[in-house]
């Protein structure tokens, strides 16, 4: 009894996605190889990474004064917790990431 193979199973289709396979994978590093090594620094270092520009302090004084204030009471407490023991700096750097989207949220212009 003889059974035909589809290509499919073939070692030629194998080697045709394992091909394909590294190719899409070299092609995303080529694109996006500076973001993922600054992701992996960022895990080696123990510094989260910045993706996102940080914000224009005279900017938000100018245009939007109840954030800046929001910011400065948040920040302000979230400092005033680091240097009291109450928290670390990892935790701090936390806080912080949550109240700045906090006064983000309760005072967008």
Request: aromatic content about 6%; proline content about 4%.
């Amino acid at each position: 009894m003889e059974t035909s193979q589809s290509f499919i199973h073939t070692p030629a289709a194998r080697i045709i996605a394992a091909v394909f396979g590294i190719g899409c994978f070299a092609t995303l590093f080529t694109v996006w190889g500076e973001d993922i090594n600054q992701e992996i620094k960022s895990f080696t270092d123990g510094k989260p990474a910045e993706l996102v520009a940080p914000i224009n302090v005279e900017r938000v004084q100018e245009e939007n004064p109840a954030l800046q204030a929001c910011l400065e009471e948040r920040l302000g407490h979230v400092t005033q917790m680091i240097a009291d023991g109450v928290i670390t700096e990892k935790q701090g750097e936390s806080f912080s990431a949550r109240a700045r989207a906090l006064c983000i949220e309760q005072n967008q212009s």
